[in-house]
């Protein structure tokens, strides 16, 4: 290892080396200060003499995982895709070797509701952990789920059983079976 001009740092390498807490060698790289890489991180001379200096660790903050995750909506779009392909695709019978292609493929669109689930319970666990401090967080988290979800269910339910049966084509629909 050479020698720099700061006597308790020396050169490995390429990388300038101090002496850690402990008397062990410390490069910049390694050497951590209040939990982020140290901004002092640098290379003196590359082992490609051609190649430019990178600095390691100048890769910016962690990303924050809290609150609205776009990259998740995507996920939700993906799933739902893959589930509305597999209804529509995956059941038509081939008739040549691209459409056995493209059905063998789309055959795996019931993987979608798996998707869901799992980015349900990412999620809604997130949510209790964020809150788990906060006082009644149980109480408020099932309420906001059944002012979400029971609006819903009850339009679908007054749909079907109060505005369907006055349409005629449902009425006659219902007729036709009972024969």
């Known amino acids: 290892m050479g020698e720099t001009a700061d006597p308790g740092k020396s050169m490995r390498y390429g990388a300038a080396v101090e002496e850690g807490p402990n008397g062990q060698a410390v490069d910049a790289f390694h050497r951590r200060t209040a939990g982020a890489i140290s901004r002092r991180t640098f290379v003196d001379a590359p082992l490609n003499p051609g ?14 995982l809290r609150g609205h995750l776009p990259a998740l909506d995507g996920m939700r779009g993906l799933a739902v895709l893959m589930v509305l392909v597999f209804h529509f695709v995956g059941q ?12 063998g493929v789309t055959r795996h669109g019931l993987l979608g509701v798996d998707l869901f689930f799992v980015l349900s319970g990412f999620l809604i666990t997130g ?3 964020e809150a788990h401090n906060k006082p009644h967080y149980l109480r408020n988290f099932y309420m906001r789920r059944l002012l979400r979800i029971f609006p819903l269910y009850y339009g679908v339910l007054a749909l079907v059983f109060l505005v369907a049966p006055l349409i005629p ?3 006659a629909g219902a007729g036709a079976d009972a024969r």
């Open 169 to 171: 084509q449902v009425r």
């Open 92 to 103: 038509m019978l081939p008739t040549n070797a691209i459409e056995r292609a493209i059905v």
């Open 51 to 64: 190649a430019a200096a990178v600095v390691p660790g100048d890769t910016g903050p962690p990303p924050d």
């Open 127 to 129: 949510l209790l952990y």
